[in-house]
């Protein structure tokens, strides 16, 4: 209480006021509604929008200061913090709520994938040499420049004779020269310009010895996916990845050797891994694995070639199918090292020959392969038939067979031949061959419709040997067919287990037999099994002559491990 007084004049009035508390102001009106905005919003993964909450009460009045609460319901899809900032995650939908006071508002967002804008490669410019790899990179964009995941990336190359690329993109060197590789994802693509570099020889197969001037060019790599071989020069390298190499053009030929070497410097043709190239000719839809064109000094190591075939009788004095055809080029050639088998397996009633190595040029080296199982069916096998008096099945069929005339120089050492039961582990037709070098071979099951004999010298033949041989035969037989010989050649140091050298019954003019060990096995650790190495106590070990031609066996080791050469391709 108080007093209020009022004076004027000299006199005084006093009033009394006395002041007392009113009632309490009304409460705050509660949240009625909860608005989120925008109420629904589309946006893509890893972008953002923005939503707000307006809260009001009762009366429709909008209501500051309340504290608001945000949520999703799908935290996969999107997310939202705590000011209402919602970014997209995954495709899909989700519902955004914001909360005050129990009341609820929504907004319906909707997630989509960013398209992608751009694609960069990375490195943009890259060197690699011939027969390395270097691996490239892609990342896609969208428009604001956000990297976007969970991409998939198509890769090419411009030019897949100087660079291949992986679908993980990985770029091998295949021979000099610029390539672009591009990366494609959702139609938009990037780039990178590769250079191809010529190897200095450090990605060529190490070879135990090899041709002159290996190495010493370019080296090209193909595979399965990207056979195609460039212009080659001499002393160039064509490297075979592994995997398996086919008709691919329909020609008939599987590799077609169009370019050779010089004398001082071969072009080479190399499995990356020994008989890992495998040159296969369908079931007998190719009719030749290597054909050559009119080149030489050419060498072929290291692959597994079967399955050529061929019916053909046409006019051409050629073989139908063969492994490696050395007719039209291929003088110098070496060919080492490859595993050549089952040719012409099929009811064939062609009268043309059936080859493993057909060579009608001079100067071949034939070295350190496996050949066998070279020639058409038999009556009777798989339901065969044939139609008459046809008997090409017995004398056709022929591993290694060289048609002259004329052609000469050839050596034939440290090979493996066997099963030639419809002709012989080799043949020397027409003509009249000089030099020739048959040498520290191994045969075994020749054939049995020609007195289980495994070469034929159907021709005139001279200042030729054939030294250090084993002829493996159960039944004996009479090891060589010699009935069209003419000319000069020396048999010395063989090994056969049949009861005479030839099918002669006297010596021809002009051939001489020496130290030859008649009706005698060389005893093979599984001759059965064709491993066709020596066991101890060999009659072949330290019984051969001394042959500078021959410094290596079939393994390449040093020749000789004993006290003098062995017999056969192995060294005990």
């Known amino acids: 209480a108080t007093s209020i007084t009022a004076t004027s004049d000299g006199m005084s009035g006093v009033a009394a006021i006395t002041v007392t508390a009113g009632p309490p102001p009304p409460p705050p009106p509660p949240v009625a509604s909860v608005t989120v905005t925008p109420p629904s919003a589309s946006i893509t993964t890893g972008s953002t929008v923005q939503l707000s909450a307006t809260l009001r009460d009762a009366g429709g009045n909008v209501l500051t200061g309340r504290a608001v609460t945000w949520t999703t319901s799908a935290t996969s899809v999107a997310i939202v913090s705590a000011t209402g900032l919602v970014t997209g995650v995954a495709p899909g939908g989700a519902i955004i709520t914001a909360s005050s006071e129990g009341v609820s508002g929504t907004s319906a967002i909707t997630v989509t994938v960013a398209p992608v804008a751009t694609v960069t490669v990375s490195p943009a410019t890259a060197s690699v040499g011939v027969g390395s790899s270097v691996q490239l990179s892609a990342v896609a964009r969208d428009a604001a420049g956000n990297t976007l995941s969970g991409r998939s990336f198509t890769w090419s190359s411009g030019n897949a004779g100087v660079a291949s690329v992986s679908g993980a993109g990985l770029v091998t060197g295949v021979s000099a020269g610029g390539a672009t590789i591009t990366a494609t994802s959702e139609g938009v693509s990037g780039t990178s310009a590769v250079t191809v570099t010529a190897s200095s020889g450090g990605a060529c197969p190490q070879l ?31 490297v075979f990845e592994n995997g398996v190499y086919t008709d691919t053009d329909g020609d008939g030929t599987i590799v077609m050797v169009q370019q050779g070497g010089s004398a001082a410097q071969y072009v080479t043709f190399v499995s990356r891994n020994k008989w890992g190239a495998k040159i296969d000719g369908q079931n007998n839809t190719a009719r030749y694995g290597f054909n050559f064109a009119a080149v030489s000094y050419v060498r072929i190591e290291g692959f597994d070639i079967y399955g050529m075939g061929s019916s053909y009788a046409g006019t051409v004095a050629a073989p139908s199918a063969s492994g490696i055809m050395i007719q039209a080029g291929g003088g110098f050639s070496q060919i080492v090292g490859n595993h050549i088998h089952n040719i012409s397996n099929f009811c064939n009633p062609t009268i043309r020959a059936q080859t493993g190595i057909f060579i009608q040029k001079s100067n071949v080296l034939v070295e350190g392969n496996v050949i066998h199982d070279i020639g058409r069916f038999d009556p009777g096998e798989n339901g065969c038939t044939y139609s008459g008096t046809f008997n090409k099945y017995k004398n056709s069929d022929t591993g290694i067979y060289v048609q002259s005339p004329g052609h000469s120089n050839h050596i034939i050492r440290n090979n493996i031949l066997y099963n030639h039961r419809n002709g012989w582990g080799i043949y020397f037709y027409q003509g009249g061959p000089q030099n020739v070098k048959i040498l520290n071979n191994t045969f075994a099951f020749g054939n049995p419709n020609k007195n289980y004999t495994s070469i034929v010298l159907d021709a005139s033949i001279s200042a030729s040997s054939i030294v250090n041989n084993i002829f493996y035969n159960p039944e004996g037989g009479r090891t060589i067919e010699a009935s069209g010989f003419s000319g000069t050649i020396t048999i010395a140091n063989n090994i056969t287990m049949g009861s005479a050298m030839t099918d002669r019954s006297s010596i021809p003019a002009g051939m001489t037999l020496t130290n030859n060990q008649l009706n005698t096995n060389a005893l093979f650790v599984n001759a059965a099994g064709f491993d066709f190495h020596l066991q101890a106590g060999s009659p072949a070990v330290d019984a051969g002559q001394t042959l500078s031609l021959v410094r290596l066996d079939f393994e390449g080791r040093t020749r000789p491990r004993g006290t003098a050469y062995d017999i056969g391709a192995y060294e005990f």
């Open 208 to 238: 135990s010895s090899p041709p002159p001037g290996y190495c010493t060019g370019r080296v090209h790599v193909v595979t399965p996916s990207s056979p195609t071989i460039p212009v080659l020069s001499p002393g160039d390298v064509v």
